[in-house]
């Protein structure tokens, strides 16, 4: 989906007292977008998650609102080989699973997959950024529509449909300290992802590339900050066309200092969630 240079930059920089998780995924997704331009083949139908992983050794284990308005971009320029899955994309916005029920499913489904990875005693607890665009606040984990507020005039769109997107958010509380998970789920396509250098106000701690059975394309990596902020994120592509983003620090979404050296959860621990075969929005 995009190098690792790419993704900091897509990131963009963490201050010492906040990260806004919503604009930090927001970016990355224009990101991809436009590398997508550059190399549209590899990034057909893919699933990206971000979200709170350790460094070091990857183990290879597996484990098992807003109303959506489609609009064609007057900028776009879709491919001749246009996807199927564009195709049932268009569909799902007919009715085949109202909006609503998209919210209800993936919020039932992440709640379970995200809690049964916890520690012990850890509960999860509302976020800031658990706010769309008209301002409602959501509880821990719940699905909500959202546009992405990045996207000016795109040059690229696979489907030829508004930059939409669900996301969910939720702190983690534990021993009194936090932190926090965030997850995006859209239909925008990614490239290739790959490890590389860093800016200088971050470290690399950890940073891998690879395919799991089943053809999805996993990027998973991990960075400290100067600031003593932990991020653990991990992206996968799947084949089916859905596009997952899974975020999560060591401190809380308010921007307050981490209490934690490190995410609540291992990068492991959310491959597995990302690679649900329920995680998904074509049914």
């Given amino acids: 989906m ?12 963490v201050p010492p007292s906040t990260v806004d998780v919503d604009a930090a995924m927001a970016r990355g997704r224009r990101a991809a977008r436009v590398r997508a331009v550059v190399n549209p083949v590899v990034g057909v139908g893919v699933a990206v998650v971000l979200l709170v992983a350790g460094a070091g ?13 489609v609009a064609a971009s007057p900028t776009a320029s ?14 799902s916005l007919g009715g085949s699973e109202p909006h609503q029920d998209v919210r209800a499913r993936l919020t039932m489904l992440v709640r379970p997959l995200v ?10 607890v509302p976020s800031a950024a658990s706010v769309d665009r008209y301002g409602a606040r959501y509880e821990p984990l719940e699905f909500f529509g959202n546009y992405d507020p990045a996207r000016e005039a795109p040059t690229f769109n696979w489907c030829e449909v508004s930059y939409f997107y669900y996301a969910a958010h939720a702190d983690i509380l534990r021993d009194g300290r936090f932190g926090s998970v965030s997850i995006s789920v859209s ?3 990614a490239s290739r992802m790959e490890c590389g250098g860093v800016p200088d106000d971050r470290t690399q701690t950890f940073c891998r590339v690879f ?20 991020q653990h994120s991990v992206v996968v592509a799947k084949a089916e066309g859905t596009t997952i983003h899974l975020t999560a620090f060591n401190r809380a ?14 990068v492991d621990e959310l491959r597995g969630i990302a690679l649900d075969a329920r995680m998904i929005l074509f049914r």
């Fill in 2 to 13: 995009m190098d690792s240079g790419m993704f900091d930059e897509a990131i963009g920089e």
């Fill in 57 to 69: 050794a990857f183990p290879q284990r597996e484990r098992g609102g807003s109303e959506l308005q």
């Fill in 78 to 91: 879709a491919p001749a080989d246009r996807p199927r899955r564009c195709d049932s994309f268009e569909m």
């Fill in 115 to 124: 809690q049964q990875q916890l520690p012990d005693g850890a509960t999860l």
């Fill in 187 to 189: 239909v925008e396509p």
């Fill in 211 to 230: 395919e799991v059975p089943g053809g999805e394309e996993v990027f998973a990596h991990s960075e400290e900050y100067i600031d003593g902020v932990r």
């Fill in 253 to 266: 979404s308010d921007g307050n200092r981490p209490r934690f050296p490190e995410p609540p959860l291992n």
